[in-house]
T-cell receptor
Framework: DAGVIQSPRHEVTEMGQEVTLRCKPISGHDYLFWYRQTMMRGLELLIYFNNNVPIDDSGMPEDRFSAKMPNASFSTLKIQPSEPRDSAVYFC?????????????FGDGTRLSIL | SQQGEEDPQALSIQEGENATMNCSYKTSINNLQWYRQNSGRGLVHLILIRSNEREKHSGRLRVTLDTSKKSSSLLITASRAADTASYFCATDASGANSKLTFGKGITLSVRP
């Protein structure tokens, strides 16, 4: 079975540009999570969805960040405008019903560099 | 602050030795999970232990949970070079509505 698929794997762009990260969760999983990983702060939960509905976005750092899940097989995380401090690895993960009680399956991440 | 904090931050051992990693947390939990992350890859789930369990095994992995001390340990027996990775504990706090909180991880190096 295909795992969680993220694209692009790497993104380098200049500050001020819009960045869109994409995620395809595992089919049949109804929870989707977006995380950010940095050396300083570790792995931080940004937002998660249940059945395509955002449940908790308290980890989204600023209004420059937005996430959508238009259907069960696709989600985007957008940063507009981007800043150098947004440089990090962004992970998408999915899990079956009752997300906290089930393992989360992670994609291989998008390594984002904002110059 | 992080719910789960691993100890030590880094561990270097010889192939064939056992590796023990510890995790402490602050609040009541429903379960605790351990994940592995290879360089440049996403996290991979290793094992989940529920709050009413004390010990769990999976292959060369043994996890213990002591809810009175709010701590867990991950033991990897007969380590291999391929076990070189970062290891994270993640807690599902009671009432946390499906969120996991991850520690900052332990870097394990297994020397051939």
């Amino acid at each position: 079975d295909a795992g969680v698929i993220q694209s692009p794997r790497h993104e380098v762009t200049e500050m001020g540009q819009e960045v869109t990260l994409r995620c395809k969760p595992i089919s049949g999983h109804d929870y989707l999570f977006w995380y950010r990983q940095t050396m300083m702060r570790g792995l931080e939960l940004l937002i998660y969805f249940n059945n395509n509905v955002p449940i908790d976005d308290s980890g989204m750092p600023e209004d420059r960040f937005s996430a959508k899940m238009p259907n069960a097989s696709f989600s985007t995380l957008k940063i507009q405008p981007s800043e150098p401090r947004d440089s990090a690895v962004y992970f998408c993960a999915s899990s079956k019903t009752t997300g906290g009680h089930q393992p989360q399956h992670f994609g291989d991440g998008t390594r984002l560099s904002i110059l | 602050s992080q719910q789960g904090e691993e100890d030590p931050q880094a561990l270097s051992i010889q192939e064939g030795e056992n590796a023990t990693m510890n995790c402490s947390y602050k609040t009541s939990i429903n379960n605790l999970q351990w994940y592995r992350q290879n360089s440049g890859r996403g996290l991979v789930h290793l094992i989940l232990i529920r709050s009413n369990e004390r010990e769990k095994h999976s292959g060369r992995l043994r996890v213990t949970l002591d809810t009175s001390k709010k701590s867990s340990s991950l033991l990897i027996t007969a380590s291999r070079a391929a076990d070189t990775a970062s290891y994270f504990c993640a807690t599902d706090a009671s009432g946390a509505n499906s969120k996991l909180t991850f520690g900052k991880g332990i870097t394990l190096s297994v020397r051939p």
